[in-house]
């Protein structure tokens, strides 16, 4: 009989119960959000790649800011999370994550921000500024984009204010909030990108200063994306504290399979677990895709190597039909260009080029037929500091499953896998 339920899917994001692992970065930001409690603002900037788990990471730590568990801080925050469109203002952001938790807040700050916004609050919506860059200024009656974005920091900050003390006020414990997160999802598709984190760090210190700072934003993008917000004021970097999601750990990836078997309530082998689970990468994404084939592809309750290896053959289709064709051969024809992304995949770090020579036996990767047709096709990407890496985790994984999946019957696979596996087992225990 096959599984009715799957707990496992890739498209979407992980519900708090089947969340598993980044307990250090979980713990990390809790901390925080309790001295924020407080009133000692604290801000996040999330970072990573594409599927690597940022969203999970925000949608469970909103759950946990909401839950008022006692086991995790008893947290009891207003909290509201957003994902920004492509091309969106700053402005109308802040303003729907505002108009977002306006149904939560309790009847004693409505009433407050009612009587004592005006314009900016009425029939209970927020209104920073009007939308439109030229509109913009003429509305808030500013002549410079400078004018306009001072105008709006500030009715940020009296908005923030009155929430925060209208939160204060709160006399029945039933009501009461410990202050207010907002998490801003996708800042790389904001318009106006550059020089975001200044306002926001403004809005925090304003309020602070004021002992009104039971605020924390947390910014979720891609790295590239981050140099831009910071843009134009060095001090904002400081005000926010950097938390780089890079891949799992493999005792976190198998804690999100173990999760979500259990859940179905199917056992596992775990030796086989072990064997298989460095396929992963320690990829979120690429778990997803794994345990949810597992799941589809078991028909006795039990996961064993049989399973393992049909699901690993549905992902592998899955992965490499992902648009990779132009990057990687999937054919397996044993080129030096191909050695040298197995390589890559296998190890999971940048690498030098020397490096690289090295383990493809000293051949010459440095002509225009290998490194040079790998960058142009994008495969490959070289970082400011001269190293090399994939294209994506996604790639990687792509290619990880491929080698995995042949290594039986390609005794050179077999063999990199081992000696690159020797290699990383040296350099984490160092
Ligand atoms: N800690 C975790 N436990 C279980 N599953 C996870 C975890 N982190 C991520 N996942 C799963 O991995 C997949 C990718 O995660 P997510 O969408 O959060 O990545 P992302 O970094 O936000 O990606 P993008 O940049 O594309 O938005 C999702 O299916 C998600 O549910
Ligand atoms: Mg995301």
Redesign the pocket.
Known sequence: MFNEFNP???????TPT?????HEQVLQILKKLAQVREGLPSSFVLQ?????????????ILHVAEAKDPKLEKLNFLASYYSVERGQTFESVLQACLNSMTDRMPDTVLKRLTNRLGGFFKNGKFTIGAFGASATYEGLGSSTPEEALLAMKDRAVSIFSNIISGLDEVQDTKNKRDGVLLVI??IHNLKDLSGTAQVLRAIATTLDVNQLGKISFMI???AEGMNHFFEGDPSARRHFDLIN?AV?PRH?AK??LI??FTRTGLTYDENVLEKNIDVAGG??????IIGHNLVGVDENQHIDQDDWAKALRRSAIELTQKDFSEFYDFKGRGTLRETVLNLLALRGRPMTKQEIKKLSDGKNIYTETCLGALKKSGAIKETPDRTIVLHSMLFRAAILIHLYTHAQENQSYSDLIKKIKSLNNKTDSI
């Open positions: 496992f899917n890739p498209n979407s994001i992980v089947l969340f598993a692992g980044r990573g790649e594409r599927g690597i788990g940022k969203t999970a990471l925000a949608k469970l999802d996708e979720i993008g891609y999601l799992m976190e804690e999100v999760k979500g990829y979120p994404h690429s778990i997803q």
